[in-house]
C-alpha cells in the first residue's frame, strides 16, 4: 500500500492523475472584475435614481446580482476534480464534487478498457472507463487539448501495466 494525499493506495501507483476543470478567470481576477462591475453598477444607480428613473436602478441591481450569480456558479462547479490511480493491481477513480461528496470506483486494470469517443471536428467528446459490469466517465468537464493529452497518458498506463504481466 503507498500512500498520496493522505490515503492509502493500493501498490506504487504507475499512472497518477489529478483531473481539474480549467478556469480563466483566477480569484483575483474575479475579485477586481466584481469590484469594477460594482462600481460601475452603484454609479449608473445613482444617475438614475437622481433623474427619478428608480426602475431602471433595480434593473442594473438585478443585472449585477446575476452577473454575481453566474460567477459563483461558476467557480463552485471548478470545485470538481477526479483523481486517477493505475498500478498493476487497480486502476481507482476518485470523483470530488463541488458538495464535497466523493465517489470512488475501482477496475482491475487487466480487464478495465478505456473508450474514447471522437468527433471529427471536436476531437474527443467522452471518455469511458468499463469493467466487471461497471463504467463510469472520465474527465467530461476536461477540454479538448486536455482530453487529448490525458487520453493518450492513460492509454500508454494501461499499456505499461498490462505488458509486465
Excluded: C
Amino acid at each position: 500500500m503507498t500512500e498520496i494525499n493522505g490515503e492509502l493506495i493500493p501498490d506504487h501507483p504507475v499512472f497518477a492523475a489529478e483531473l481539474v476543470p480549467h478556469r480563466s478567470l483566477g480569484r483575483k481576477g474575479w475579485r477586481v472584475l466584481m469590484l469594477l462591475t460594482g462600481v460601475l453598477t452603484i454609479a449608473h444607480v445613482a444617475v438614475f435614481l437622481v433623474s427619478g428613473a428608480w426602475p431602471v436602478a433595480l434593473f442594473f441591481g438585478l443585472d449585477f446580482l446575476l452577473l454575481y450569480g453566474a460567477f459563483y456558479l461558476n467557480y463552485r462547479s471548478g470545485l470538481a476534480r477526479e483523481e486517477v490511480y493505475v498500478s498493476r493491481t487497480r486502476l481507482l477513480v476518485r470523483k470530488h464534487r463541488p458538495s464535497g461528496q466523493s465517489s470512488e470506483i475501482g477496475f482491475n486494470p487487466f480487464r478495465a478498457r478505456f473508450d474514447v469517443q471522437r468527433h471529427q471536428e471536436f476531437g474527443i467528446v467522452s471518455m469511458l472507463l468499463s469493467g466487471e459490469g461497471r463504467r463510469t466517465d472520465i474527465g467530461s468537464f476536461l477540454n479538448p487539448d486536455d482530453r487529448e493529452s490525458f487520453a493518450k497518458a492513460l492509454t500508454g498506463a494501461l499499456a505499461t501495466v498490462k505488458r509486465r504481466l
